[in-house]
T-cell receptor, first 113, second 106 residues
Framework: EAQVTQNPRYLITVTGKKLTVTCSQN?????MSWYRQDPGLGLRQIYY???????DKGDVPEGYKVSRKEKRNFPLILESPSPNQTSLYFC????????????FGNGTRLTVT | GQNIDQPTEMTATEGAIVQINCTYQ??????LFWYQQHAGEAPTFLSY????GLEEKGRFSSFLSRSKGYSYLLLKELQMKDSASYLC???????FGAGTRLTVKP
């Protein structure tokens, strides 16, 4: 089954404790992206990647890191989480170009206390 | 930069027709998408427009005017299950409006 898999679904952590949210897709998509979704603000792009070893900042990259060592994986790293990073996070992937829509993971609800 | 605007909330009656508007300003344009997102779930793809005009898909249609930076999503024969948020997005890379929360009432 074609899918984007995010883990974990729920995560509660404390300020400053490094964490990684994993994202994997099995569709051989070139493009992958991370979004955070906050009430009233919609989906805001954190980072995106056009292919292996190619990553770019989105609109809200501060406090986040990503890597794209393999085509299928695009982990999101919070080196020192803070309470303002409490949010719902989505990973998404697509073919690059044309009308290829984004395929989303099921989301990760992160709470930083 | 990019600016994508859509109404925050709309309410409609079961069986009716509703039109959700989206205006955008973007430095580059490679198409406009509409996604549906039920509460607590991931967005799912509804439609894509890259040329001016209307694209119809069953009960859902989407319209694009590139010269006006304007799109709308038209939902016909509304059903209770259509209660959701509808997200307008332009690419690339893909950026989203804040979403329109639609409530369908009996």
């Amino acid at each position: 089954e074609a899918q984007v898999t995010q883990n974990p679904r729920y995560l509660i952590t404390v300020t400053g404790k490094k964490l990684t949210v994993t994202c994997s897709q099995n569709m051989n998509h070139e493009y992958m992206s991370w979004y955070r979704q906050d009430p009233g603000l919609g989906l805001r792009q954190i980072y995106y990647s056009m292919n292996v070893e190619v990553t770019d900042k989105g609109d809200v990259p501060e406090g986040y890191k990503v890597s794209r060592k393999e085509k299928r994986n695009f982990p999101l790293i919070l080196e020192s989480p803070s309470p303002n990073q409490t949010s719902l996070y989505f990973c998404a992937s697509s073919w690059e170009g044309g009308g290829s829509p984004l395929h989303f993971g099921n989301g990760t609800r992160l709470t930083v206390t | 930069g990019q600016n994508i605007d859509q109404p925050t909330e709309m309410t409609a009656t079961e069986g009716a027709i509703v039109q959700i508007n989206c205006t955008y300003q973007t430095s580059g344009f490679n198409g406009l998408f509409w996604y549906q997102q039920h509460a607590g779930e991931a967005p799912t793809f509804l439609s894509y427009n890259v040329l001016d005009g209307l694209e119809e898909k069953g009960r859902f249609s989407s319209f694009l005017s590139r010269s006006k930076g304007y799109s709308y999503l038209l939902l016909k024969e509304l059903q209770m299950k259509d209660s959701a948020s509808y997200l307008c997005a332009v690419r690339s890379p893909t950026r989203f409006g804040a979403g329109t929360r639609l409530t369908v009432k009996p």
